[in-house]
């Protein structure tokens, strides 16, 4: 089931322990409606965001190499694409990637960075990339990692707890005091029930063709499907992701994809989230595009199959 979170072959998202238990007897396409499952989704895409942020020795040390490649007098200035390019083979999400390996080498007092335009990267030679380097950058690594790790585990012990709200935020912030909301205020969901908003549903009916599901949060792929399907006129990746932000740029309002059910459903992710995963489907063969000037998005072959009978 977790193809279903990421759309990825298991050997490729390696998410394996966080799929939402589906109650006995409930059918799979119910199941995908509930907002339990909605939020297994989150937790997935949350797990999935982690691990594709993790860096190997191997590719430190490919970054390390090219800098010393490239400096002359001991000065490096080459562009973050080529940094993107030798780390991934392709620069598509690559520059959180390359941030992240310039600054292990700078701690491990490899490299000394300059300040210099987000396109490039600039700075000088400080050090031999050597065993003792090599170390300390895993060493860097394997924090950042724990980090982003307990960050997770933070935001959804915060998210499953039993606990009022008011009071763990207050505790957080080393606040010991007791939560004192204003008087005929629901303190939280948790100890006012009544507070829990109404499941999602579309922000508009307008446009929406009879028989088109409503998309549960969090089912991004289903979304970005949905929208391509639907969408009239038809759109390319960067309309699918601003329809999913809930953009409002001039040309979308005028098209009317302000009126697509799933349209503003993934505005908690960043568009470089959603257009990553439009590109996934289209490697994967889910989507392809038209080619051509105006290129438009096109649904091309099924869903993962486990999407059917996995549960
Ligand atoms: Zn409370």
Redesign the pocket.
């Known amino acids: 089931m977790a193809s279903i979170i990421t759309g990825l072959f298991p050997h490729q998202h390696k998410v394996t322990s966080n799929d939402p238990p589906q109650p006995e007897g409930m059918p799979n396409r119910e199941f995908y409606q509930t907002s339990l499952f909605a939020e297994g989704r989150d937790k997935g895409l949350h797990v999935f965001f982690i691990q594709r942020g993790e860096l190997s020795d191997q590719a430190i040390a490919t970054v390390a190499m090219r800098l010393q490649a490239r400096a002359s007098d001991g000065r490096y200035d080459l562009g973050a694409d080529e940094l993107a390019a030798v780390l991934d083979g392709d620069t598509r999400d690559s520059d959180d990637k390359v941030r992240a390996v310039i600054g292990h080498l700078a701690r491990a007092g490899v490299i000394r960075p300059a300040p210099s335009s987000p396109d490039r990267v600039r700075g000088r030679i400080e050090g031999p990339f050597d065993g003792r380097a090599r170390a300390a950058c895993r060493t860097s690594a394997g924090e950042s990692t724990r980090a982003r790790w307990s960050q997770y585990r933070a935001v959804w012990k915060f998210v499953e707890s039993n606990a009022?709200?008011?009071?763990a935020i207050l505790r957080h912030f080393g606040d010991r005091s007791t939560?004192a909301p204003t008087a005929g205020v629901p303190?939280?969901d948790?100890?006012d029930s009544s507070w829990v908003p109404a499941a999602p549903a579309a922000k508009s009916s307008r446009k929406r063709p009879s028989g088109a599901p409503v998309v549960a949060a969090g089912d991004l792929d289903a979304a970005i499907v949905e929208v391509v399907e639907t969408a009239d006129p038809a759109v390319g990746r960067t309309r699918t992701v601003e329809i999913l932000r809930g953009g409002r740029s001039q040309a979308l309002v005028k098209s009317g994809h302000d009126g697509l059910p799933a349209y503003g459903t993934f505005d908690h992710l960043t568009a470089k989230q959603v257009m990553a995963r439009v590109d996934e489907l289209l490697g994967a063969g889910r989507l392809r595009s038209t080619g051509g000037m105006y290129p438009k998005l096109e649904v091309a072959g099924p869903a993962d199959p486990q999407l059917e009978t996995a549960a």
């Open positions: 009022c709200r008011r009071t939560p303190c939280c948790v100890c």
